[in-house]
């Protein structure tokens, strides 16, 4: 009686898959889920640098709630069109990244008449005539020194950062290492008074050589708030500009460009997450097991098994080319010929071994295919009596 064995498929089950991908699918999921985290709580909380929306260290929405409980309207603006066009003359335009602007952006902002406040500027020859750039230091407490208003009013403030030098007729204050650190210029922008008509502005122009008196961090401290308000509080309407790359009319934008900042962080950690689960499931714990073979097959047998393949797909052309090709081989090995040698070389060293002249040997070696199983075998044997009669010659 013969006992019955069992048949399972050697295919992996639904449960199978999902116990050797769910930590693959489990890290991904984990990974996708802090990015956006990530990047919710950035756009929500961590606005840029004076961002008037900005809560964190480096942001202004303190400033910009503070003045707007003075009655003071305060605009946004990320663009040169944006800002000339909500500014006018009697109103105050801060420029919280002036280096960012080209000079024909420079000649439209001055164009508008309004008072101009810029932070951390180091072009300020394109703003104010005869006023430059002394040089630079840390940021810290100091005293006004001079005789503005807004700074006698808020008394010690932090600042620092950019040192001026400017015309007789401005107001250098905070004073550090020599050189002010606020520098005011009440008269349209020359440095002389005279207006000499190349696009300068009516309004004054005060240059902040650090950012800290208007940000979140600083704010509440010593004289900071007074000063900011003082600076920025003093007409009805701001405009708040923050600089923002500008493409040139015409110009066409790539798509890395148009992609928000967030998305280069987040390809990366997708990149190290695929190549630590490649490393994961290409790792070994050791070396290689040989494992012996269950059944061991004979070299006639497997010879066997392949000719029955290639008599069922009625391949008899690809049969013959292996015969010949062997026979071949083993003639260049017999006849003292080099592995690379030629048919034609063969065809003639094997007539001259044999019976056959060069025109049978070369139908034997290169001629057509079989056209039946009868002539596959002819081809056979003929070719088992060449490699004899030349081995024997």
């Known amino acids: 009686m013969t006992a019955s064995v069992a048949v399972r498929p050697m295919d992996p089950t639904a449960r ?3 116990q050797r991908w769910r930590f693959p699918l489990g890290a991904t999921a984990v990974l996708i889920l802090f990015a956006v985290v990530l ?5 929500q909380t961590s606005r840029g640098y004076l961002d008037s ?13 503070l003045l707007e409980d003075q009655g003071i309207q305060v605009t946004d603006a990320r663009t040169t069109d944006d800002a000339v066009d909500s500014t006018g003359g009697g109103d105050t335009l801060l ?18 008449g309004a008072d101009i406040v810029l932070v951390e500027s180091s072009q300020i020859g394109d703003f104010i005539d005869n006023a430059s750039v002394a ?8 005293d006004p020194r001079c005789d503005l208003p807004a700074a006698t009013r808020a008394g010690e403030a932090r600042l620092g950062g950019i040192q001026y030098h400017g015309p007789d007729d401005a107001s250098l204050c905070y004073p550090a290492g020599g050189a002010a650190t606020l520098l005011v210029v009440d008269s349209d922008g020359d440095g002389d008074g005279d207006g000499d008509g190349d696009g300068d502005g009516d309004g004054r122009t005060v240059a902040l050589g650090a950012s800290q008196p208007l940000t979140n961090r600083y704010l509440d401290q010593d004289g900071n ?7 920025l509080g003093e007409n009805d309407r701001l405009t708040w500009y923050r600089p923002s790359h500008e493409t040139p009319p015409g110009a066409e934008q790539s798509f890395a460009e148009l992609m928000p900042g967030w998305v280069t962080p987040v390809l990366w950690q997708l990149v190290i997450m695929v190549g630590a689960v490649a490393w994961w499931r290409a790792r070994r714990l050791g070396p290689v097991v040989a494992e012996p073979l269950p059944v061991v097959v004979r070299a006639a047998e497997a010879t066997e098994g392949r000719a029955r393949l290639y008599r069922r797909g009625q391949s008899r052309g690809h049969a013959a080319g292996m015969l010949r090709d062997a026979a071949v081989r083993r003639l260049r090995r017999r006849l003292g010929l080099p592995a690379v040698a030629s048919i034609a070389a063969v065809v003639d060293a094997a007539a001259v071994r044999s019976a056959l002249d060069a025109g049978a040997v070369a139908e034997l070696l290169d001629g057509p295919a079989p056209v039946d199983d009868a002539d596959l075998v002819r081809l056979a044997d003929s ?11």
């Open 16 to 18: 199978q898959r999902w």
């Open 53 to 65: 929306a900005g809560v964190n260290a480096s942001g202004a929405r303190a400033l910009v709630r």
């Open 383 to 393: 070719l088992d009596a060449l490699e004899k009669e030349v081995h024997t010659s």
């Open 135 to 142: 040089g630079r230091t840390t940021e810290q407490l100091a």
């Open 95 to 112: 420029i919280t990244e002036p280096d960012r602007l080209l000079p024909e952006q420079i000649d439209r902002l001055r164009d508008t």
């Open 39 to 43: 990047t919710l709580l950035q756009d």
């Open 225 to 231: 708030a007074a000063l900011a308000m003082g600076l």
